[in-house]
């Protein structure tokens, strides 16, 4: 079973106007960590924002925000006000961490949206 | 702050040799680091978790003696893939990991196998 789940293969977005980008996951474990990277067409993957389970708050870094509905097991990304830079790949993250070893954490990324900002 | 580089970033080798990967934590020390794999138009996948100082994490499927990881200080590790063969050629991206919960990745290596 996908562990993460990405349902729009692609989104295309007027610039100015705010995105969400869908993201659900499936875990039993009880501390779990949920990420959004941006990749860029250059390929590097960027870090815009992180969700920790036990966290009751959404997570807000400037322009996005995480909309964390945990009995829905769902972790979308809000971008508003969205740019011609904001074109990219967006992947989704779960982190899990054995509770057998520590330092064997494991990201798993679902299979990303690709969004165009449209002038 | 959280720079890590990856060098080189693109390799073209021919089927049999040996290429290798290095990815360096720039100002900050990594206690673990990442290697992944990305075919085209395809999500991450973990390959394996390198730890300094002790042997690497690889995940299941992924050849131990094909792809050597060695994490030999805080702040390096690298990556080398044994006897390439032309289904080796892919895009590897490292990532590391320090005091904070995130993952920063490298650029990636965009390795091709002729």
């Known amino acids: 079973a996908q562990k993460i789940t990405q349902t729009q293969p692609g989104m295309f977005v007027q610039e100015k106007e705010a995105v969400t980008l869908d993201c659900t996951y499936d875990?039993?474990?009880?501390?779990?960590?949920l990420f959004w990277y941006k990749q860029p067409s250059s390929g590097e993957m960027i870090f815009l924002i992180y969700q920790g389970s036990y966290d009751e708050q959404n997570a807000t870094e400037g322009r996005y925000s995480l909309n964390f509905q945990k009995a829905r097991k769902s972790a979308n990304l809000v971008i508003s006000a969205s740019q011609l830079g904001d074109s990219a790949m967006y992947f989704c993250a779960m982190r899990e961490v054995p509770v057998s070893n520590f330092g064997n954490e494991k990201l798993t990324f679902g299979t990303g949206t690709r969004l165009t900002i449209i002038p | 702050g959280a720079v890590v580089s990856q060098h080189p970033s693109r390799v073209i080798c021919k089927s049999g040799t040996s290429v290798k990967i290095e990815c360096r934590s720039l100002?900050?020390?990594?206690?673990?680091m990442f290697w992944y794999r990305q075919f085209p138009k395809q999500s991450l996948m973990l390959m394996a978790t390198s730890n300094e100082g002790s042997k690497a994490t690889y995940e299941q499927g992924v050849e131990k003696d094909k792809f050597l990881i060695n994490h030999a200080s805080l702040t390096l590790s690298t990556l080398t893939v044994t006897s390439a063969h032309p289904e080796d050629s892919s895009f590897y991206i490292c990532s590391a990991r320090g005091t904070r919960i995130e993952q920063y990745f490298g650029p990636g290596t965009r390795l091709t196998v002729t």
């Open positions: 875990t039993s474990d009880q501390s779990y960590g």
């Open positions: 100002d900050f020390q990594a206690t673990t």
